[in-house]
């Protein structure tokens, strides 16, 4: 009874007035998918390894991005980056670089010479992988990591398929190539080169399972009349004779027929061995090029002539004939009758490619449709234990898919081998545009690649990107807006007016006090990166 | 006065950012901030005031080392925070009448300089209590030149007793006691004070606009205004979630929309001159402001627009873009 006069209870904190109960809808965190993971072919989870290179802490962003990917510095450089298509800051102002700081993990990886972190226990079980290119070295990445025994059989003397013979020099330097190769090989895998196989039941006897990764190294052919048909050469073995450091014979002018990025490929390639005029003629217009939009950019920077909407209908004297071409509204091609000449002394076909499944088709239960062959949904075909992926199934023909293929397969050959079933986590809602604060994120421009100047792109095989350095590697990976995932940046914590988001420390986020948080949607609304989201209470 | 990081990812626009040096970050991102306004209290959902006035004493304490008291008159503020016997307040915290807040908080200032303590003094109180009710107070407490912290949390209308028309209701609201009624709707055209300008003309040490719409800007300002001595005054722009008609979790948008827009300034002034304002980011017409708002619904009724009263707001918010160069450098060119 010590109060001073006219007071009867005891000062309370206004925290015993539990405000939750006014509140008919709470916030909650959820991660959501990146549009940039959502978009990989490759599977890879982006957004973790740039949030690590955020950091500067440049070896846990590798260890993520080879959690899913073996070829960073390959992809960095080689593939057609959707994950920069899908890129949300695309809205704001321009795509991440994804692929440069990607190239830049590759390229530190290498100079580092970090290697793979330790595999699991070994099986005891034995794979057999048919095809060195990317999706056979990512399969037996994968598996040998998992603890099984592999072998790669590759036709060709080298390995990487079409990374080595598809793809030249001057986008992918042998380097690089050669040192993503050899650390996946320093797990234990065994590479057998020149060694085709001929009888996959034979060749795959004692293995306890077999992955077919065979690449699309069949050229199509198309009939030109022709003078000397000596003097029509075809694309893949170009790219695959300078490869294999033999000078093609080529002319001065030199056409080159199709318009995918074989045929960009061949024509740049073409530029560099020395002709004088080079031009791609495709029967199509340029918006229905199958090739990339970049390639296509590049080649036209070198100085590379296209024509689009032509067929080559016959080539004599030095001199092919040209058919003009329509299209209907329904994308048929109709000649048009209308003709013009172009003078050229080579023909470099490249009018599509295929796999040769020669060694499958007798395969008891092995299913091949169009020209390529069957999977279900773990990557096996009708042959128990047999497996397949990259370009002789049915998908995209990229890197990124190759790769994407051989980490699927691996997981459910792991299944497999150990009598279990892989079951794949399950997907988040992606993180779209709409769900984002964008005002939060400052302006910040992309970086610019350095690049190799005109005159040195037409003459030599050199790289003609060049990589980001630390700081630039830094800001780039700055610029993620991290679409769905919380990056702690306190803001829910910072706007909330009833103090009810508690802040847990460094990496271990938030948690909304449900006794407090009267649901007014403040955190959710000012969210930068839309990791909050309100659902209704139960009534 | 506001600091700008170059930081790519979120500049210095969230409230703080796992990559930042902690020092850089805003008071409202550290773990152990004071919460001097604390959970429970009963402050509707999204209540604009209650979050700037957290943000203010937050930044108020850290400046002060704790050493602060708060002096409020009545309003929102006081009635949603202390019904008796609650507090929500974790500091010293004194409440008298509507109209004697910057009095009283003079009366303090006054006792801890007899009592030789070093202990800062903050007086506050909503647009009401600060514009009408308390404004020859607030006037004197300048003119005397006391060391007095007065910040006005300004949601533009008396809302706890039920959204009347205050001198700080903007042009054609609606409020309960300016209905959206008649040939001429809402808060009569040509009313109104500003009282950060008024302050000016006190030539006091340090006037300042802030909102709830930039965390930042506004605790660097609060920050500075405790480093000076002497009659100092912040007025913060506070959406109200019902008062304006403005869904709980667009408060901060409003405040932003209406920074964006020009409507409300964001400008520091020293001595009755302006010294530094922050520049508007994106622009927008005042439109997007007004038409989130059920109190400017009127303008929009039936698809039609009050082009009218819109293009006068228009006109409020140019002048301010031009009086006080809130496009910045760039605009200026």
Redesign the interface.
């Known amino acids: 009874m010590n109060k001073p006069f006219a007071i009867t209870l005891d000062q309370g904190s206004s925290r015993a007035n539990h405000t939750g109960s006014w509140r008919t809808r709470r916030p909650e965190y959820v991660d959501r998918l990146p549009p940039c993971n959502n978009a990989c072919p490759a599977g890879e989870d982006i957004q973790a390894w740039l949030a690590r290179a955020e950091e500067g802490d440049y070896r846990a962003a590798w260890e993520i991005l080879v959690r899913d990917n073996p070829l960073p510095a390959i992809m960095g450089r080689a593939c057609y980056r959707p994950c920069e298509t899908a890129c949300n800051r695309g809205r704001l102002d321009e795509a991440v670089s994804v692929h440069s700081v990607e190239r830049f993990l590759g390229d530190f990886a290498i100079a580092e010479k970090w290697a793979f972190g330790p595999t699991v226990a070994s099986s005891g079980k034995r794979v057999l992988v048919i095809g060195a290119g990317p999706s056979g070295l990512s399969a037996a990445y994968h598996l040998a990591r998992m603890g099984h025994a592999v072998t790669i059989r590759e036709a060709l003397p080298r390995a990487g398929g079409m990374m080595r013979y598809g793809i030249p020099k001057y986008r992918l330097p042998r380097e690089v190539l050669d040192a993503e190769v050899r650390r996946i090989l320093d797990l234990g895998v065994r590479l057998e080169l020149s060694a085709p196989i001929t009888d996959v039941l034979q060749s795959s006897r004692d293995y306890d399972a077999c992955f077919a990764a065979i690449g699309a190294h069949l050229a199509n052919r198309v009939e030109i009349p022709a003078a000397d048909a000596s003097r029509i050469i075809d694309a893949l073995q170009l790219l695959q004779d300078v490869e294999g450091g033999a000078i093609p014979r080529i002319g001065r002018r030199v056409a080159v027929y199709g318009g995918g990025n074989t045929a960009l490929d061949a024509a740049r390639t073409a530029q560099r061995l020395g002709a004088e005029e080079t031009c791609v003629v495709y029967r199509r217009g340029r918006s229905r090029m199958p090739a990339d939009a970049l390639e296509v950019a590049e080649a036209l920077e070198e100085g590379i002539q296209v024509r689009w909407l032509r067929t080559i209908q016959s080539f004599e004297n030095d001199e092919l004939v040209l058919e003009r071409v329509e299209t209907d509204a329904r994308g048929g091609l109709h000649g048009t009758g209308e003709f013009e000449t172009l003078e050229a002394d080579t023909v470099i076909l490249a009018v599509g490619q295929n796999v040769d499944l020669s060694i499958l088709e007798k395969v008891d239960g092995v299913r091949i449709t169009d020209r390529v062959v069957e999977v279900d949904a773990r990557m096996m075909t009708g042959h128990r234990g047999l497996f397949a992926g990259g370009d002789m199934v049915p998908a995209k023909r990229t890197i990124a898919t190759a790769v994407g293929h051989g980490k699927k397969a691996a997981r459910h050959i792991d299944a497999y081998l150990r009598g279990t079933t892989y079951v794949h986590a399950e997907r988040h809602e992606v993180a779209t545009f709409d769900m984002l604060n964008p005002w939060y994120y400052s302006d910040a421009d992309r970086t610019i690649q350095p690049t190799l100047d005109a005159v040195r792109r037409r003459s030599t095989f050199e790289e003609v990107h060049g990589g980001l350095t630390a700081d630039s590697a830094l800001f780039e990976a700055r610029r993620c807006l991290s679409c769905g995932n919380c990056f702690e940046c306190d803001n829910c914590y910072g706007v909330c007016p009833d103090n009810a988001v508690v802040k847990l420390g460094k990496d271990m986020r938030f948690r909304i006090d449900l006794d407090f948080c009267k649901g007014c949607g403040l955190c959710a609304a000012e969210c930068p990166c839309g990791a909050i989201r309100m659902v209704a209470e139960e009534v | 006065m506001t600091q700008r990081v170059k ?5 210095t ?7 930042l040096d902690p020092e850089m ?2 008071v ?2 550290s ?1 152990d901030r004071s ?1 001097a ?7 509707c ?4 005031e ?2 700037g006035a ?1 943000w203010v004493l937050d930044a108020a304490m850290r400046a002060s080392g704790k050493r602060l008291v708060a002096v409020n008159a009545t309003g929102c503020l006081e009635v949603f ?1 202390t019904p ?5 307040w974790q500091l010293p915290w004194l409440h008298s009448l509507f109209a004697n807040a910057a009095s009283v908080a003079t009366g303090v200032a006054a006792a801890m300089r007899v009592k030789g303590k070093d202990v800062r003094v903050l007086a506050q109180g909503g647009d009401g209590g600060t514009t009408d009710i308390g404004f020859g107070c607030l006037s004197g407490m300048f003119e005397r030149g006391d060391d007095v912290l007065y910040v006005c949390y300004d949601n533009e209308a008396y809302m706890n007793t039920g959204v009347q028309r205050s001198s700080a209701t903007p042009p054609a609201a609606r409020t309960a006691t300016t209905p959206a009624l008649g040939p001429e709707p809402g808060n009569e055209l040509g009313r109104g004070k500003s009282v950060p300008l008024i302050a000016m003309a006190h030539r006091i040490p340090y006037v300042a606009t802030a909102s709830v719409a930039d ?1 930042h800007d506004l605790e660097d300002k609060v920050e500075h205004a405790m480093r000076l001595h002497g009659p100092r005054y912040v007025h913060v722009h506070v959406p109200c ?1 019902l008062g304006w008609g403005s ?7 409003v405040a ?1 929309l209406a920074v964006e827009s020009g409507l409300f300034p964001l400008f520091e002034a020293e001595y009755g001159d302006v010294v530094r304002v922050t520049p508007i980011r994106r622009r927008v017409p005042v439109e997007d402001y007004l038409r989130i708002q059920k109190r400017f619904a009127h303008l929009f009724a039936d698809g039609n627009v009050d082009g009218r009263r819109v293009a006068y707001l228009q006109a409020i918010a140019d002048r301010n873009i031009s009086r006080f160069g809130l496009l910045g450098p760039e605009g200026a060119r």
Do not use: V, W
Not at chain 2, 37 to 43: D, K, N, Q, V, W
Not at chain 2, 45 to 48: K, R, S
């Open positions: 930081f790519y990812q979120t500049g626009l969230t409230a703080g950012n796992r990559l970050r805003a409202q991102s773990i919460n306004l604390t959970s429970g209290h009963r402050a959902q999204g209540c604009g209650a979050l957290r925070t008796y016997p609650e507090s929500a965390l979630p869904a709980s979790e667009d408060t901060i948008r932003r």
